[in-house]
């Protein structure tokens, strides 16, 4: 993601993988979850493997606004 000054978007402040804390074994299958916060506008997530993008993910978006004044 390219910012400019002044465009309003904001790439994320944080990134987790989680379900990664284990050891992982060639041909079995895996339950991951890559977590961001903090971009604006939502961060667009993809997945690689072997220099392959993988198709078949499932995307959540879900957004917490809080505004002080």
Do not use: F, H
């Not at 050891?23 to 903090?38: E, M, N, V």
């Not at 961060?43 to 879900?62: P, S």
Request: charged content about 25%.
């Amino acid at each position: 993601m390219r910012l400019t000054r002044g465009s309003g978007r904001v790439g994320p402040l944080d990134v987790k993988i989680l379900g990664a804390n284990q050891p992982l074994s060639a041909g079995r299958r895996y339950d991951l979850l890559c977590q961001s916060s903090g971009s604006r506008p939502p961060a667009t997530i993809t997945w690689w493997k072997n220099g392959q993008r993988l198709e078949r993910t499932k995307e959540t978006v879900r957004e917490t606004i809080i505004s002080r004044t």
